[in-house]
């Protein structure tokens, strides 16, 4: 019996050290601000709107950060856009970036996915573009603005539009 309890309470501890995965938004910003404590929420200019939810914060003493999330029918949190209006921070902005993946895809590696998006800091080199199995990246930084997005494709799969000619899809001159 000590034998079945013993078993039953390690089962329970593994499943409850687990990362959860899918998140909200709520859930996320706090898990973000207990992470690194350089990010501060302004929750007097957040708002939702249908499945997307805009959070303005500051990040290590400096406004013009923005999040805007998407969420699926369920609320999960399926891809996350950043930017910043702070074009000379880079250093900063990579940092929160770090942050934001190390929260929101746990299992992954955040400073490689860093190394590849951001190793070519130049202003206006195109954007950059990295894939995980379960994540996709961008990242684009211009003279203007800073920008990167991660998705969540277990969430938001991929879906293959199929070519058809029916016939109200043909058009007569």
């Known amino acids: 019996m ?4 013993l078993l039953v309470l390690s089962v329970m501890l593994l499943v409850s050290c687990s990362a959860q995965e ?3 938004i709520s859930l996320l910003t706090e898990r ?5 404590g350089f ?3 302004d929750e007097a200019l957040s708002f939702s709107e249908k499945n997307s939810d805009t959070v303005f914060f500051e990040y ?5 950060f923005v ?6 029918g369920q609320g999960n949190t399926e891809k996350i856009n950043l ?3 702070h074009t000379d921070k880079i250093d900063l902005f990579t940092q929160c970036v770090k942050s934001v993946i ?6 992954e590696d955040a400073d490689k996915m860093i190394k590849e998006l951001f190793e070519n800091q130049e202003p206006d080199a195109g954007i950059r573009y990295y894939e995980t199995k379960w994540y996709s990246c961008s990242a684009k930084l211009s003279g203007e603005c800073l920008y990167f997005s991660v998705e969540n494709r277990k969430l938001s799969p991929r879906s293959e539009v199929e070519f058809s000619l029916k016939q109200n899809d043909i058009i007569e001159y």
């Open 83 to 85: 930017a910043c209006s």
């Open 60 to 64: 290590g003493g400096e406004n013009g």
């Open 39 to 41: 990010f501060v929420i």
């Open 22 to 24: 899918k998140v909200n």
């Open 2 to 5: 000590k034998k079945v309890a």
């Open 67 to 72: 999040m805007e999330t998407r969420a699926d």
């Open 102 to 107: 190390s929260v929101y895809a746990p299992n």
């Open 32 to 36: 973000l601000c207990e992470y690194d």
